[in-house]
């Protein structure tokens, strides 16, 4: 009978440790990070006043797992806009809410953060954004900077965008415990101000190579040579077509095309009022909404298991 009870005590003890460690296994997950770059479609334009109940709600059910960090500036302001705490919507600059109506806004991250928590509603994220409008591959964003390249697009005065980014990334991953992290992916939406031939052809003809070398450089740097790059065709054909071949040339690199034909299946719409005599263009709520779900389902259904 002492043996039984002796036997007994001894399997309930390795039930109680074995759950114990698998509780640890469970909490001590590392935080997902993904990193989100791009010009003013990447900073999002999407009308936060059309967000419905059921977005409420799962925005903030999502914010329980998604820290945000976001930096944008613009021409017109010296300060730069900054969120630094949960997944939120926007409230941007004068100029922002006059040309497109609105009081607050988002972009891709807010959606796409969204589907990512209903789907992995145990796993922790951390999005790190960096985002100004008007800015092209080509000179700000070029990883190979040079003063020659950012005069010919009008950028000379503008900020080292991508190394900017860097700088952002590194100072937000060091507030994390070293192992505690890693970094799942990168959302990039840009491609319209390296499009055209208002600056000579040059832009739209070295996209390929400038985006082939942001990519090969980001990866580089956080030492993840796999790491997932998503990306929306924007901009025009050629631009597009660049980004293509992209994708073709590098693994884990995907091109997310849109559409903005009303009965396509990834129909992106944008505003559709005029300001200064042209079309205001950028994604409307419904557009940024999709968009930030496109982002989600290919993340999804490529690299899921970088989460997994």
């Not at 590392?30 to 799962?58: C, H, P």
């Not at 609105?102 to 960096?130: D, Q, V």
């Not at 959302?187 to 190579?209: F, I, M």
Request: glycine residues 6%; charged residues 25%.
């Amino acid at each position: 009978m002492n043996r039984l009870f002796v036997f007994f005590i001894f399997l309930i003890s390795n039930n109680v440790v074995s759950s114990q460690s698998q509780d640890n296994v469970y909490h001590t997950s590392k935080t997902k990070v993904f990193l989100l770059a791009g010009q003013s479609n990447m900073d999002g334009r999407g009308d936060a006043s059309k967000i419905t109940k059921q977005d409420k709600k799962e925005l903030k059910l999502a914010q329980n797992n998604i820290s945000y960090y976001y930096k944008g500036t613009t021409n017109n302001i010296k300060e730069p806009i900054i969120i630094d705490g949960v997944l939120d919507v926007t409230d941007p600059w004068d100029y922002v809410k006059k040309k497109f109506r609105i009081e607050k806004c988002f972009g891709p991250e807010l959606f796409f953060g969204i589907e990512l928590a209903k789907k992995y509603p145990n796993e922790k994220f951390l999005f790190i954004k960096r985002s100004e409008g008007g800015t092209s591959l080509y000179g700000a964003w070029n990883p190979n900077w040079t003063l020659e390249k950012a005069k010919l697009k009008d950028e000379e005065h503008k900020r080292k965008l991508y190394k900017d980014f860097i700088e952002i990334v590194d100072l937000q991953l060091e507030k994390l415990e070293p192992g505690s992290y890693e970094i799942a992916g990168m959302l990039w939406v840009q491609g319209e101000s390296d499009s055209g031939n208002r600056h000579g052809s040059l832009p739209t003809e070295k996209y390929a190579e400038n985006l082939t070398s942001l990519i090969k450089k980001v990866r580089l740097h956080y030492k993840v040579d796999d790491l997932p790059f998503l990306m929306l065709g924007v901009g025009s054909n050629k631009v597009i077509s660049k980004m293509k071949e992209t994708s073709l040339n590098l693994s884990n690199v995907t091109l997310i095309e849109r559409s903005l034909k009303s009965n396509a299946q990834n129909y992106t719409p944008r505003y559709t009022h005029d300001w200064n005599g042209k079309p205001a263009n950028h994604y409307n709520y419904s557009g940024m909404k999709k968009i930030g779900q496109l982002f989600f389902e290919n993340y999804s259904k490529f690299y899921g298991n970088y989460i997994k």
